[in-house]
């Protein structure tokens, strides 16, 4: 029954590796509260940071705060107090967002000239989204951020490798946290921020009156000497409509004017409108089309697209499905165009430093917030610990461009934060990746909304960038692809550098059951965490982590303690003369035709003399009885019963007149129960050896048991059991596969690893819950004590623990095992057979678990025996098959992993080094003890051993399950067939014919 437990391995390996499953918590009205919440952000310690704040009741609002401080900390290349950006906020219950626009704006200064730098928007705009929806003190928000600056954090490769590309651009010997002995900081160094901690202390102390009219303000006008102090005292936090767009199955929001949120709508209608779904299965035709619609789309925001403050524009009207057919009309499948529009804005495609980040609170609240410094590390100014951006240098040259230069205007951006909302889900999401941020969005939106692919499907998808005639593919792109656009007329090239093309940051909330899907792009090493991840897959965790050590526990155990070492005292059977006690040796017979004549064999020549052997002949209806008369010559005999154990009646009692010492019971069926009860009434000898009728002992097994019971204080031992298929005319030294089929080969490590390991491990605890029915060894008085056999389909464990709960209210009784007193028994040769064999035994775990309960809550913690029946057999051998297959189920169906190979190298890793070494270590514990396999079955053992840890623990685990779940609808024994063979010599199966 080892094998049983050793098969949960398997499934605890790979559920630990895959992503766990999000608690389904039960639709609700859409009004209550959702109870769950999420962040998803560029860098683990900002998710952190705004988990940490909701768990302690915070909203969302509160969250943004802090995560946009925390990543002006730990990502101050691309987003910082310096800079500006847009968010929008869905409040719950309602269908439409609302937009905070703080981005920088041009200073008053009329002229444009060599200006950079905008007045950054970012404190005040966060400040007015606390003021408007934040419920926690804005001083407890900013503080993670100001720790992080001031006791430093262990910096990544992306901001080493950011330094490493600012070099040139940056005041180097100005920045010796940055750059200490003027060379960049290395991935896994700490970075502390001290000038930033104390500038977020000051805005922390005084609100955004420290950076707009205080001391840090002044600060700011020195460095950057065209923005003055009235430039950042008239900023002002705007509150536009977000760009709105109807799809057939929802709708989608994004960022508003001068932002990019046109464009990305824009190209989605018009995908839609082409039904772009029908060229779903040729990637190189749907890559032709996309990019036609983003360069038509990209052209239509230089010509469209400038501060709504400055610039009349009609944006509905640019999304009217008369407008997207317009636009869809131009889209050509066969050509592609080359014109490009230049209003003279001053474009590096080099740029990808923003951040995106989008939370969901428990109320429902989601806000996607896009902030940064333009380029990264803005315009390389640094001041008071934080670096400016450089918005100014976005504007146009020309006089027409609705984003030429004026005063206080915002300058376009690519930047795209969205909210997309149908029926079933609300999706925040946003990404960097500078002018490829409404090519990248489009992209995966296009994917997720219109081919059906999921989201994760979408984001992993190869990215692409057209600009006239030039594309733009990621590395991963299919070579296949690549040709067929070469051919069409595009020059593509290669990018390798991941975050050219950005990283999706997403939630998406599932409004039946409130589960939080998120996405964290593997391109910019982003992360996401959530609520029903965090939470309740840690109390998950926690208890997969329980059954994983229980189940690998107690095999680790029993593999040292079995080892001689740990011999107990006593264990070893003393030479010397004893005198014979009384044995009687009770084999119940129900339809044993076919393995009668082995049984009466052996126990002729059995080299014990004061012993009995009693056949109990339950009701057979074949020729067991008519065997038994013609191999025994059996005469009437008289026998008196003890008359204490019940039983069916009997009919008549024999005795043999070849061997006077051998006896017959005839009775009608009850079970093998029943017929045990009866061989104890009919017995005379005071130990008593209960043998199934396909087992063999061999010459030392009645002497050891007499020496073990000299002892008075053992009431029942077990004896070891070696398989009948595997016997030599050398019982007592060799074995040999020779003759057996795989099925008993693989059974027959199944014996060694229960007996020569578990057994007398649990032995030397006093704690064996199983005599084999196979081999019993009682005290007849203990057996009548305690009521005799009770009918059930595990007679063996029940008696077993019968005898512990006695020797539970007597002092020094025990029980033991006998490793001298061998036997040999037939096992199933085939597959039908086995299984029945394998599901009664998990069956009477099931029945014996229930029966005993009282008695295992009592001594759980005082008797051993409960200790490892409940803790081993039943919770780490039965519930965590359950457990753990319901948890590789859910996240197979809800969460599929991109790939298996880490879970099958996992798998391997393990049999490897803890199954093949628990085979090896029983086949080496069966020698020690004096049993050798034959030269030739080395490569027979190897085989036996591979298909064992590859292929037979499934079928056990399956048989665990499948037999928990059949004992609470039936109790049949399920007799196995006997083959009828004699195993005196070498035996031979049908199955090597």
């Given at each position: 029954m080892l094998k049983k437990w050793l098969t949960l391995g398997l499934l605890l390996n790979i559920s630990t590796s895959f992503l766990y499953p999000h608690a389904v918590l039960g639709a609700e009205d859409q009004e209550s509260l959702i109870d769950n919440?999420?962040?998803?952000?560029?860098?683990?310690?900002?998710?952190?940071?705004?988990?940490?704040?909701?768990?302690?009741?915070?909203?969302?609002?509160?969250?943004?705060?802090?995560?946009?401080?925390?990543?002006?900390?730990?990502?101050?290349?691309?987003?910082?107090?310096?800079?500006?950006?847009?968010?929008?906020?869905?409040?719950?219950?309602?269908?439409?967002?609302?937009?905070?626009?703080?981005?920088?704006?041009?200073?008053?200064?009329?002229?444009?000239?060599?200006?950079?730098?905008?007045?950054?928007?970012?404190?005040?705009?966060?400040?007015?989204?606390?003021?408007?929806?934040?419920?926690?003190?804005?001083?407890?928000?900013?503080?993670?951020?100001?720790?992080?600056?001031?006791?430093?954090?262990?910096?990544?490769?992306?901001?080493?490798?950011?330094?490493i590309a600012a070099t040139p651009r940056l005041p180097v010997e100005d920045l010796p946290h940055f750059y200490p002995g003027s060379k960049p900081i290395q991935p896994g160094e700490t970075l502390k921020q001290l000038e930033l901690a104390e500038t977020l202390t000051q805005i922390k102390e005084n609100g955004p009156d420290a950076f707009y009219k205080g001391e840090i303000g002044k600060?700011?006008?020195?460095?950057?000497?065209?923005?003055?102090?009235?430039?950042?005292?008239?900023?002002?936090?705007?509150?536009?409509?977000?760009?709105?767009?109807?799809?057939?199955?929802?709708?989608?929001?994004?960022?508003?004017?001068?932002?990019?949120?046109?464009?990305?709508?824009?190209?989605?209608?018009?995908?839609?409108?082409?039904?772009?779904?029908?060229?779903?299965?040729?990637?190189?035709?749907?890559?032709?089309?996309?990019?036609?619609?983003?360069?038509?789309?990209?052209?239509?925001?230089?010509?469209?697209?400038?501060?709504?403050?400055?610039?009349?524009?009609?944006?509905?009207?640019?999304?009217?499905?008369?407008?997207?057919?317009?636009?869809?009309?131009?889209?050509?499948?066969?050509?592609?165009?080359?014109?490009?529009?230049?209003?003279?804005?001053?474009?590096?495609?080099?740029?990808?430093?923003?951040?995106?980040?989008?939370?969901?609170?428990?109320?429902?609240?989601?806000?996607?917030?896009?902030?940064?410094?333009?380029?990264?590390?803005?315009?390389?100014?640094?001041?008071?610990g934080f670096f400016m951006n450089n918005s100014v240098e976005h504007f146009s040259t020309m006089s027409t461009s609705p984003n030429r230069y004026e005063p206080g205007k915002r300058g376009r951006s690519s930047a795209a934060p969205s909210i997309y909302i149908d029926n079933e889900r609300v999706i925040g999401l946003g990404t960097p990746g500078g002018t490829r941020i409404p090519y990248v969005m489009t992209e995966v939106l296009t994917r997720h909304l219109l081919l059906d692919q999921t989201l994760e499907e979408a984001v992993d998808a190869a990215r692409f960038y057209g600009q006239e005639d030039v594309l733009y593919v990621e590395e991963h792109f299919s070579e296949d692809v690549m040709v067929d656009l070469i051919k069409k007329g595009y020059q593509v090239q290669v990018r390798n550098h991941l975050v050219y093309f950005g990283g999706i940051q997403a939630l998406e909330l599932n409004l039946a059951d409130h589960s939080i899907n998120g996405i964290a792009d593997i391109r910019r090493a982003g992360t996401w965490d959530a609520k029903d991840k965090r939470d309740t897959p840690l109390l998950l965790e926690l208890g997969i982590s329980l059954f994983f050590l229980l189940c690998i526990a107690f095999p680790v155990l029993h593999l040292f303690h079995c080892l001689p070492w740990f011999r107990s005292k006593g264990e070893e059977i003393q030479e010397g003369f004893t005198t014979e006690k009384g044995i009687s040796i009770l084999v119940p017979c129900y339809n044993e035709q076919g393995i009668i004549?082995?049984?009466?064999?052996?126990?002729?020549?059995?080299?014990?003399?004061?012993?009995?052997?009693?056949?109990?002949?339950?009701?057979?209806?074949?020729?067991?009885?008519?065997?038994?008369?013609?191999?025994?010559?059996?005469?009437?005999?008289?026998?008196?019963?003890?008359?204490?154990?019940?039983?069916?009646?009997?009919?008549?009692?024999?005795?043999?007149?070849?061997?006077?010492?051998?006896?017959v019971v005839d009775k009608t069926n009850g079970g093998k129960a029943d017929a045990l009860n009866a061989g104890i009434e009919y017995s005379s000898q005071d130990v008593i050896v209960t043998l199934d009728a396909d087992t063999i002992l061999t010459d030392t097994a009645l002497p050891?048991?007499?020496?073990?019971?000299?002892?008075?204080?053992?009431?029942?031992?077990?004896?070891?059991?070696?398989?009948?298929?595997?016997?030599?005319?050398?019982?007592?030294?060799?074995?040999?596969?020779?003759?057996?089929?795989?099925?008993?080969?693989?059974?027959?490590?199944?014996?060694?690893?229960?007996?020569?390991?578990?057994?007398?491990?649990l032995a030397r605890f006093h704690a064996l819950a199983i005599i084999s029915g196979a081999f019993g060894i009682f005290r007849k008085q203990a057996l009548l004590d305690v009521g005799g056999y009770r009918t059930t389909v595990g007679e063996d464990i029940d008696i077993t623990l019968k005898m512990h709960r006695y020797i539970s209210k007597r002092k020094n009784k025990k029980i033991i095992l006998i490793p001298e007193a061998i036997c040999y028994t037939e096992l199933p040769e085939t597959f039908k057979d086995f299984f029945k064999q394998r599901v009664r035994w998990q069956k009477a775990y099931i029945d014996c678990l229930i029966y005993f309960r009282s008695f295992f809550a009592k001594s759980l913690f005082s008797r051993a025996v409960s200790f490892f029946y409940i803790f081993e057999a039943f919770l780490a051998g039965t519930i965590s098959a359950f457990i753990m297959l319901g948890i590789f189920v859910i996240n197979a169906i809800y969460y599929p992993p991109e790939s298996y190979t880490q879970y099958v190298f996992l798998y391997l890793v393990y049999l490897f080094l803890f199954s093949v070494v628990y085979d090896l270590v029983s086949i080496g514990m069966s020698r020690y003890y004096g049993f050798k396999f034959g030269k030739n079955d080395g490569f027979r053992l190897c085989t036996a051993i591979a298909i064992d840890v590859l292929v037979y623990r499934i079928v056990i685990l399956y048989i665990v399950l499948y037999g928990s779940i059949a004992y609470f609808f039936n109790h049949d024994w399920n007799k196995v067939a006997r083959t009828g063979r004699n195993y005196q010599t070498e035996s031979k199966s049908k199955s090597a014919a």
């Amino acid at each position: 029954m080892l094998k049983k437990w050793l098969t949960l391995g398997l499934l605890l390996n790979i559920s630990t590796s895959f992503l766990y499953p999000h608690a389904v918590l039960g639709a609700e009205d859409q009004e209550s509260l959702i109870d769950n919440y999420g962040v998803s952000s560029s860098h683990p310690l900002a998710v952190e940071v705004g988990m940490e704040v909701l768990e302690n009741g915070g909203n969302a609002a509160d969250a943004a705060v802090a995560v946009a401080y925390t990543l002006s900390v730990v990502e101050p290349y691309g987003s910082g107090i310096g800079g500006g950006g847009q968010l929008l906020l869905l409040p719950p219950e309602e269908m439409e967002p609302l937009v905070y626009d703080y981005w920088s704006s041009a200073p008053s200064d009329e002229e444009w000239g060599n200006k950079v730098s905008g007045v950054p928007g970012f404190v005040k705009g966060l400040d007015a989204l606390h003021q408007d929806f934040g419920s926690e003190p804005f001083a407890k928000l900013i503080s993670p951020a100001i720790e992080l600056a001031e006791n430093g954090f262990e910096i990544d490769y992306l901001l080493s490798e950011r330094l490493i590309a600012a070099t040139p651009r940056l005041p180097v010997e100005d920045l010796p946290h940055f750059y200490p002995g003027s060379k960049p900081i290395q991935p896994g160094e700490t970075l502390k921020q001290l000038e930033l901690a104390e500038t977020l202390t000051q805005i922390k102390e005084n609100g955004p009156d420290a950076f707009y009219k205080g001391e840090i303000g002044k600060q700011v006008t020195e460095a950057v000497s065209y923005l003055n102090e009235t430039d950042l005292e008239d900023y002002q936090v705007r509150k536009p409509k977000p760009v709105k767009g109807e799809l057939n199955e929802g709708t989608i929001y994004s960022a508003s004017p001068s932002l990019a949120g046109l464009p990305i709508i824009q190209s989605l209608k018009i995908a839609e409108k082409v039904r772009i779904e029908e060229i779903k299965d040729n990637e190189s035709e749907f890559t032709h089309v996309m990019t036609e619609i983003l360069k038509l789309t990209s052209n239509e925001r230089v010509r469209t697209v400038g501060d709504p403050a400055f610039n009349d524009i009609d944006f509905d009207e640019l999304v009217s499905e008369e407008y997207i057919d317009k636009l869809a009309e131009q889209i050509s499948s066969s050509n592609f165009s080359t014109t490009t529009v230049d209003d003279g804005e001053k474009v590096n495609d080099g740029n990808t430093d923003t951040t995106h980040f989008v939370i969901i609170d428990q109320d429902g609240m989601m806000i996607s917030a896009t902030n940064t410094l333009s380029n990264f590390f803005g315009s390389g100014t640094y001041t008071a610990g934080f670096f400016m951006n450089n918005s100014v240098e976005h504007f146009s040259t020309m006089s027409t461009s609705p984003n030429r230069y004026e005063p206080g205007k915002r300058g376009r951006s690519s930047a795209a934060p969205s909210i997309y909302i149908d029926n079933e889900r609300v999706i925040g999401l946003g990404t960097p990746g500078g002018t490829r941020i409404p090519y990248v969005m489009t992209e995966v939106l296009t994917r997720h909304l219109l081919l059906d692919q999921t989201l994760e499907e979408a984001v992993d998808a190869a990215r692409f960038y057209g600009q006239e005639d030039v594309l733009y593919v990621e590395e991963h792109f299919s070579e296949d692809v690549m040709v067929d656009l070469i051919k069409k007329g595009y020059q593509v090239q290669v990018r390798n550098h991941l975050v050219y093309f950005g990283g999706i940051q997403a939630l998406e909330l599932n409004l039946a059951d409130h589960s939080i899907n998120g996405i964290a792009d593997i391109r910019r090493a982003g992360t996401w965490d959530a609520k029903d991840k965090r939470d309740t897959p840690l109390l998950l965790e926690l208890g997969i982590s329980l059954f994983f050590l229980l189940c690998i526990a107690f095999p680790v155990l029993h593999l040292f303690h079995c080892l001689p070492w740990f011999r107990s005292k006593g264990e070893e059977i003393q030479e010397g003369f004893t005198t014979e006690k009384g044995i009687s040796i009770l084999v119940p017979c129900y339809n044993e035709q076919g393995i009668i004549e082995t049984s009466v064999n052996s126990m002729k020549s059995l080299s014990y003399s004061k012993f009995e052997v009693v056949y109990i002949n339950d009701g057979s209806n074949d020729q067991t009885m008519v065997l038994l008369n013609e191999y025994l010559k059996l005469i009437p005999c008289t026998r008196i019963p003890y008359r204490k154990l019940s039983h069916t009646k009997v009919r008549n009692c024999y005795q043999s007149e070849l061997y006077p010492h051998i006896y017959v019971v005839d009775k009608t069926n009850g079970g093998k129960a029943d017929a045990l009860n009866a061989g104890i009434e009919y017995s005379s000898q005071d130990v008593i050896v209960t043998l199934d009728a396909d087992t063999i002992l061999t010459d030392t097994a009645l002497p050891a048991i007499n020496k073990k019971f000299e002892d008075p204080n053992i009431v029942a031992a077990g004896g070891m059991v070696h398989i009948l298929q595997t016997k030599t005319s050398r019982p007592l030294s060799r074995m040999s596969l020779l003759h057996t089929n795989l099925l008993v080969r693989l059974q027959m490590l199944d014996f060694l690893k229960a007996f020569y390991i578990t057994k007398i491990s649990l032995a030397r605890f006093h704690a064996l819950a199983i005599i084999s029915g196979a081999f019993g060894i009682f005290r007849k008085q203990a057996l009548l004590d305690v009521g005799g056999y009770r009918t059930t389909v595990g007679e063996d464990i029940d008696i077993t623990l019968k005898m512990h709960r006695y020797i539970s209210k007597r002092k020094n009784k025990k029980i033991i095992l006998i490793p001298e007193a061998i036997c040999y028994t037939e096992l199933p040769e085939t597959f039908k057979d086995f299984f029945k064999q394998r599901v009664r035994w998990q069956k009477a775990y099931i029945d014996c678990l229930i029966y005993f309960r009282s008695f295992f809550a009592k001594s759980l913690f005082s008797r051993a025996v409960s200790f490892f029946y409940i803790f081993e057999a039943f919770l780490a051998g039965t519930i965590s098959a359950f457990i753990m297959l319901g948890i590789f189920v859910i996240n197979a169906i809800y969460y599929p992993p991109e790939s298996y190979t880490q879970y099958v190298f996992l798998y391997l890793v393990y049999l490897f080094l803890f199954s093949v070494v628990y085979d090896l270590v029983s086949i080496g514990m069966s020698r020690y003890y004096g049993f050798k396999f034959g030269k030739n079955d080395g490569f027979r053992l190897c085989t036996a051993i591979a298909i064992d840890v590859l292929v037979y623990r499934i079928v056990i685990l399956y048989i665990v399950l499948y037999g928990s779940i059949a004992y609470f609808f039936n109790h049949d024994w399920n007799k196995v067939a006997r083959t009828g063979r004699n195993y005196q010599t070498e035996s031979k199966s049908k199955s090597a014919a």
